[in-house]
């Protein structure tokens, strides 16, 4: 790769220019900044080296290209969440993880999805792994159902998180759902319909409800998949 041409009159050395050192973890705070503000797929290379006063070069340098510094932005993020004391029933221990990861993923938009596709490095979710698979096996959950069982529920919980960073990126998107979903059915002979209607849009239309709305429909349907887990675990385990 060539290198970039010097900028005229700035200095070569970065210590003569006033400019702290540029390492991976400067690098990587700089990365979680620009997805803290853009979302993770929405900044370049180019902006991350600005942000840290650097070439493109040297990024790939002390870290390497941008899906290497998105997955270790995805390791940071990880981090941050705090997982339950193990103690704690499945079902509670669950919810309250989820809960907790949706508090961190939503300051940092792109992230859930992200996972929800690739997944995390094992080396970012082992303790996360471990305990979440220990809580299930702890429950009656056989080896490979308590797999698929933790698998499903991150990934629910992502795509709703994801499916929120969408719609949070376009204020317009919510506001034409309350206008098309809060117009009157075109017919009387459509109660179903006049009831949701009725329904969104008091939601929607609202602020402080449509602030809640994403937090109370997360909530419902992590509670909704937890109900069948449930009802799974019943019949594999009567006891």
């Not at 705070?29 to 991350?48: C, F, I, K, P, Y």
């Not at 698979?133 to 159902?145: I, K, N, V």
């Not at 376009?170 to 075109?186: H, K």
Request: hydrophobic share 45%.
């Amino acid at each position: 790769m060539a290198k970039s041409a010097p900028v005229p009159g700035r200095p070569r050395s970065r210590d003569a220019a006033g400019l702290p050192a540029v390492t991976p973890d400067r690098i990587i705070d700089a990365a979680l900044e620009l997805t803290a503000r853009h979302g993770v797929e929405s900044w370049t290379l180019r902006q991350l080296a600005g942000a840290v006063d650097a070439y493109p070069a040297v990024i790939y340098h002390h870290v390497g290209d941008r899906d290497t510094v998105v997955t270790a932005v995805v390791d940071r993020v990880i981090a941050m969440y705090e997982l339950p004391p193990a103690e704690l029933e499945w079902r509670d221990w669950w919810r309250r993880f989820l809960k907790n990861l949706r508090s961190v993923f939503m300051r940092y938009p792109g992230v859930a999805r992200r996972v929800a596709l690739l997944g995390p490095s094992v080396k970012a979710a082992a303790p996360t792994v471990d305990r979440a698979m220990r809580t299930l096996l702890r429950a009656g959950f056989e080896h490979d159902e308590a797999s698929m069982v933790c698998r499903l529920l991150v990934s629910q919980a992502c795509l709703f998180i994801s499916l929120e960073d969408d719609q949070r990126k376009a204020a317009e998107v919510r506001t034409q759902i309350s206008d098309v979903w809060g117009a009157p059915p075109p017919g009387p002979d459509l109660p179903g319909l006049a009831t949701l209607n009725e329904s969104v849009h008091a939601r929607l239309s609202d602020p402080d409800k449509s602030e809640d709305y994403f937090a109370e429909l997360f909530d419902y349907s992590i509670d909704r998949v937890l109900d069948g887990v449930q009802v799974r675990l019943a019949e594999i385990n009567p006891s």
